[in-house]
């Protein structure tokens, strides 16, 4: 267990309200990633970060925006939510290359009425 | 687009038996792990086979790679109950810091 959480655990939120999901870590790892799990698709990656204030798009990054201020945590935003994003995200960290085994948080259940 | 696809989708067998699951991939990879999931949880991972690598063991687990046929498998000898659970194939995309999941194997383990 990388020592990884996600808060909150469960969010059910209306459609058009900004919704923040929170990844912290404490191993010091330095690439930090955002995944949504729908059934059908497997885990597809929405952002990722390699460092601080260093982020890149993943696959599925429109309506999303991230920010890492500090090593420890990794802020995933939906600007205003829609009801296809509605999906388990997950926050994953490795602290030597990107392509590397991924440690995973336990998840974050977000449901957008 | 997904770079690996598992096959089958799902897979139901009697404790004791061996489980095979598939995995293949399109482009060039730089490693392929296997990750598992239980139920409500996050995934966790199993193994890595670095693409100059043919054959890898750990436990009861069994990991093979063609990289001429872009695909993998994964053995899983002597299943117990507790094997229960999805099972995710990644691939290192090369030059960049991502892996690429595939849409999982679905294990059902019955005692």
């Known amino acids: 267990d990388a020592g990884i959480t996600q808060s909150p655990r469960h969010k059910v939120t209306e459609t058009g309200t900004p919704v923040t999901l929170r990844c912290h870590q404490t191993?010091?790892?330095?690439?930090m990633y955002w995944y949504r799990q729908d059934p059908g698709h497997g885990l597809r990656l929405i952002h990722y970060?390699?460092?601080?204030?260093?982020?890149d798009k993943g696959e599925v990054s429109d309506g999303y925006s991230v920010s890492r201020s500090k090593t420890e945590d990794f802020l995933l935003t939906l600007e205003s939510a829609t009801s296809s994003q509605t999906s388990v995200y997950f926050c994953?960290?490795?602290?030597?290359?990107?392509?590397?085994?991924?440690?995973f948080g336990p998840g974050t259940r977000l449901l957008v009425l | 687009s997904q770079q690996g696809e598992e096959d089958p989708q799902a897979l139901s067998i009697q404790e004791g038996e061996n489980a095979t699951m598939n995995c293949s991939y399109k482009?060039?990879?730089?490693?392929l792990q296997w990750y598992r999931q239980n139920s409500g949880r996050g995934l966790v991972h199993l193994i890595l086979?670095?693409?100059?690598?043919r054959e890898k063991h750990s436990g009861r687990l069994r990991v093979t790679l063609d990289t001429s046929k872009k695909s993998s498998s994964l053995l899983i000898t002597a299943s117990r109950a507790a094997d229960t659970a999805s099972y995710f194939c990644?691939?290192?995309?090369?030059?960049?810091?991502?892996?690429?999941f595939g849409t999982g194997t679905r294990l059902q383990v019955f005692p």
């Open positions: 994953a960290t490795t602290g030597t290359g990107g392509v590397e085994t991924q440690y």
């Open positions: 191993e010091n790892h330095r690439y």
């Open positions: 970060s390699y460092g601080v204030k260093d982020t």
């Open positions: 482009t060039s990879i730089n490693n």
């Open positions: 086979i670095r693409s100059n690598e």
């Open positions: 990644a691939v290192g995309v090369p030059n960049t810091d991502k892996l690429i």
